[in-house]
């Protein structure tokens, strides 16, 4: 988490009235449904959203499929307490920052299995299709104290597609602006003697636009993602083998200022590997044992040389083991945590590794109208010191459709395998004698639901504070050399509201986010992060045509930390619509970035002007 703002004054603001209006339009009145029974696994284990105190999001596979979106990100980019940065266009590097943190301080589960870069120590979500995806959790907060490292500003937990009872089979394409063209096939089923699999094919292609804002020449990408899922029953217990592989190749550009590189490339592998096996011992005790490997792989070839030719592959090996005890009142957590992460690059002569061992334990239970939850776990690392986290929480019930929530969690990062060992040269050096960065944080919630005759509403704010310090810093000495240490200090704060109203066949969500994310040192913004932000999607169903609409609001950012390259706010509008022919069919079409606006979410880089897409699915 580097730098931020100081000292000039942004005069450009952002008008959200209309989300303030939405989210008090939606906000009832009146008690007459409990809140949704969701089960998500915040905790690491099944609960129900109601009941937990963290503050959580999940999105359905129906939501998915009603976003039409063809990649993760861009169901993110509308979520609240989110900012994402695309660095031009498709297939491109791409960030996610939640409640302020840094890229790499937001932990990657996919199916459980720690994904992202062992050298960077961060995830790209350039690549992460939706074909496969079931649904997504994001857990916001400091969670390290079940979940290790990574996890300061919270968890985004990605699960796959599972089969159901019987066999159903799915095929889409789409064609669209930009030479865009894709198309998935995924089968999906559970036979009668319980055995569950699940298997998607998903690719794209698309011309996009030059990776430079200024350039002239576009930058092809292309992806395709093989992913299978398979469920057997072992006993009283379950099998499950997971494999996902992801390969995408882009064009790049570079140099300073950015400019045209013709036939530079970057090559990217991420695959996920897993074997798991749950057992319930009895009726009260569940044991499950998973061991799983995750890679990511990027290679950079310029015909040119120099410095754009470059490999960095990296895995991460895990073991985890937990064990769930349920009484009646109380639920008990405990478990074993191994993984080792690896790095090998022949351009910067790299092949270092750490090894880190936690153990973990988390209680959970309910007292009259509250439930509480307490964890805490304790991190050996090969590189650096070790850490113990530990997190609080409770939710108050006093009427069943209001949840008052509050919670306070510690939280660390270890130094990424560049921050410690990237080799010595005349420009650069990694630090061995880096400490984890670490942070205190805490909120509080208030989520209420409504119902009466036709119409559904609901509304949820969080206030959010969180404290980082020990932050890794590279800088530069007087002769340019640059070398990381532990010297930034953060802060953030802000309050996100969501809110959401149907009425009949018509509906309404909207969202918006005040950020205050500082460096601590220097009062300067945090890069890349807008102080506001926000959402409104409105939509109606009519016969078998459903239509909507998504306008989304970017305040004013600093693309760099020191308050350099100003981007200015921006607002653009989307719109979608899909219409049923019968139970096998669907048409779907959208336009994206309807006013063919401007903007920039890293500067320098170019984004996509006005889009249209158009598609077919069928399902047997």
Not at 91 to 100: M, Q
Not at 238 to 251: M, Q, W
Not at 471 to 483: C, H, N, R
Not at 529 to 541: D, L, Q, V, Y
Request: with cysteine; aromatic share 10%; net charge positive.
């Amino acid at each position: 988490m580097h730098g931020g703002c100081k000292g000039k004054k942004v005069n450009q603001h952002i008008n959200i009235s209309m989300l303030l209006t939405a989210s008090l339009f939606a906000s009832p009145v009146q008690a007459l449904e409990t809140l949704p029974k969701i089960m998500i696994t915040a905790d690491r284990v099944g609960q129900n959203q109601a009941t937990i105190s963290a503050d959580t999001t999940v999105i359905s596979r129906q939501d998915i499929e009603q976003s039409q979106a063809s990649t993760v990100v861009d169901i993110l980019r509308s979520q609240v307490g989110m900012d994402v940065a695309s660095s031009g266009g498709a297939g491109k590097t791409t960030s996610v920052f939640l409640r302020g943190a840094n890229s790499g301080q937001t932990l990657v589960l996919i199916d459980g299995v720690r994904v992202g870069s062992a050298t960077t120590g961060s995830f790209d979500w350039a690549n992460l299709s939706t074909a496969d995806i079931e649904r997504i959790e994001i857990v916001r907060g400091p969670q390290s104290s079940l979940y290790g490292g990574d996890a300061m500003g919270g968890v985004i937990q990605i699960f796959t597609r599972k089969g159901t009872r019987g066999s159903k089979t799915h095929i889409s394409g789409k064609l669209g602006s930009y030479g865009t063209s894709s198309a998935a096939v995924s089968v999906l089923g559970k036979t009668a003697s319980n055995i569950s699999y699940a298997l998607t094919a998903n690719g794209l292609r698309t011309s996009s636009v030059s990776a430079a804002a200024k350039g002239k020449e576009n930058d092809p990408y292309r992806q395709f993602t093989l992913s299978g899922k398979l469920n057997l029953p072992v006993g009283k217990g379950e099998l499950e083998l997971i494999a996902r592989h992801v390969n995408g190749k882009t064009s790049l550009d570079g140099g300073f200022p950015l400019k045209d590189i013709l036939n530079y490339t970057s090559q990217s592998k991420q695959s996920v590997d897993s074997v798991k096996w749950t057992y319930p011992i009895s009726d009260s005790i569940e044991s499950s044992l998973q061991l799983s490997r995750s890679s990511d792989d990027v290679v950079g070839y310029d015909p040119a040389g120099g410095f754009n030719n470059s490999d960095f592959r990296t895995q991460i090996d895990q073991l985890t083991w937990q064990n769930h005890i349920d009484w009646d009142a109380l639920s008990l957590l405990t478990g074993v945590d191994m993984y080792r992460s690896q790095g090998y690059s022949n351009s910067a002569n790299l092949n270092r590794a750490i090894t880190q061992a936690a153990g973990f334990a988390a209680l959970s239970g309910s007292v009259g109208m509250a439930n509480f939850n307490a964890s805490m776990r304790y991190d050996q690392n090969s590189a650096t010191s070790n850490q113990a986290t530990y997190k609080l929480g409770v939710a108050l019930h006093a009427l069943d459709s209001l949840k008052v929530s509050a919670n306070y969690g510690t939280g660390f990062k270890v130094p990424s395998l560049n921050d410690l060992y990237f080799p010595a040269s005349k420009f650069s050096a990694g630090n061995t004698n880096l400490k984890p960065e670490k942070s205190k944080g805490w909120d509080v919630g208030l989520a209420y639901q409504y119902q009466h005759s036709d119409m559904k509403a609901g509304i949820h704010a969080t206030w959010f504070h969180q404290n980082y310090q020990d932050l890794i810093v590279w800088q530069a000495s007087p002769t340019f050399f640059y070398s990381p240490s532990n010297i930034g200090k953060a802060r953030t704060q802000g309050l996100e509201i969501s809110a959401n109203m149907r009425y009949q066949a018509s509906y309404l969500q909207a969202n918006w986010t005040y950020l205050d994310a500082k460096n601590s040192s220097t009062g300067n913004w945090l890069a890349r992060r807008a102080k506001e932000s926000g959402s409104i999607t409105m939509g109606s169903a009519f016969l078998k045509l459903n239509a909507e609409m998504v306008w989304h609001i970017v305040g004013p950012r600093f693309s760099f930390s020191g308050n350099k390259k100003y981007m200015k706010a921006y607002q653009k509008t989307d719109i979608r619509m899909h219409y049923t022919i019968n139970k096998q069919w669907k048409l779907t079409a959208r336009v994206e970035n309807v006013g063919n606006v401007r903007y920039q979410e890293v500067s320098g880089y170019g984004v996509l002007g006005r889009s249209w897409y158009g598609g077919v699915s069928s399902d047997f």
